[in-house]
């Protein structure tokens, strides 16, 4: 029993590796900002998400939490970057129940507010928490029946300055139709997608734009 799980493992850990190569190969030519013209996103897409700089809360973190798989471990360390950025006075931080990325966004901005909750939030509640926070937030969504409420609910109670991470935004094609039209339709966004999730900014003086990066 112990071989085949162990052969189970290694054959799962081998697929995990061969997709994420297919992913990196296919977006090669996005890397480290090749062909991004506004300074503002170059700078986010150099320093923040393809950010290479060990942060001083790495390792302690890995510690902590060493059970994360490759991929976990990345989008949580984009979070930290992401909140460090930001400086959000609240992060709202859906379905996170082994609390990783509530550490890390609080490892990134030390005076955040992290509120952790669950995708069965109402819209509502969702858009009052957001604006009474009286500044900037970070919101971190995962694909559930109700994601698009909840972009919904945050877009139009959304400052300049905040941002949302929205994971598996190509994990099926209910996802892939909420992605398409938050790129196309919500003004005074400017979005990056990173395959593994998207990034949405909110700033109503920047020109509307879709960035696809290698990350």
């Known amino acids: 029993m112990m071989t085949t799980d162990k052969t189970t493992y290694s054959a799962a850990s081998s697929c995990g590796k061969l997709r994420r190569m297919l992913v990196w190969l296919s977006r090669m030519r996005h890397s480290r900002g090749f062909g991004v013209q506004s300074p503002w996103a170059y700078r986010m897409v150099r320093y923040v998400i393809n950010e290479h700089y060990p942060y001083y809360a790495y390792d302690d973190l890995a510690l902590s939490y060493p059970g994360l798989g490759v991929?976990?471990?990345?989008?949580?360390?984009?979070?930290?970057?992401?909140?460090?950025?930001?400086?959000?006075?609240?992060?709202?931080?859906?379905?996170?129940?082994?609390?990783?990325?509530?550490?890390?966004?609080?490892?990134?901005?030390?005076?955040?507010?992290?509120?952790?909750?669950?995708?069965?939030?109402?819209?509502?509640?969702?858009?009052?928490?957001?604006?009474?926070?009286?500044?900037?937030?970070?919101?971190?969504?995962?694909?559930?029946?109700?994601?698009?409420?909840?972009?919904?609910?945050?877009?139009?109670?959304?400052?300049?300055?905040?941002?949302?991470?929205?994971?598996?935004?190509h994990s099926d094609s209910n996802a892939r139709g909420i992605w398409r039209r938050i790129v196309s339709d919500d003004p005074g966004v400017v979005t990056f997608d990173l395959y593994y999730c998207g990034l949405v900014f909110f700033d109503e003086k920047r020109y509307k734009q879709n960035y696809i990066i290698n990350f």
């Open 71 to 169: 991929v976990e471990r990345k989008m949580c360390e984009l979070c930290l970057r992401l909140s460090n950025s930001v400086q959000p006075s609240l992060v709202v931080n859906f379905d996170d129940a082994g609390g990783a990325y509530g550490a890390y966004f609080g490892a990134g901005c030390r005076k955040a507010r992290i509120e952790s909750v669950s995708s069965a939030l109402s819209p509502v509640r969702l858009s009052d928490m957001i604006g009474g926070c009286g500044g900037r937030f970070v919101a971190r969504l995962v694909p559930c029946s109700g994601l698009a409420d909840q972009l919904a609910s945050i877009c139009s109670a959304a400052r300049a300055g905040s941002a949302v991470i929205v994971h598996g935004i």
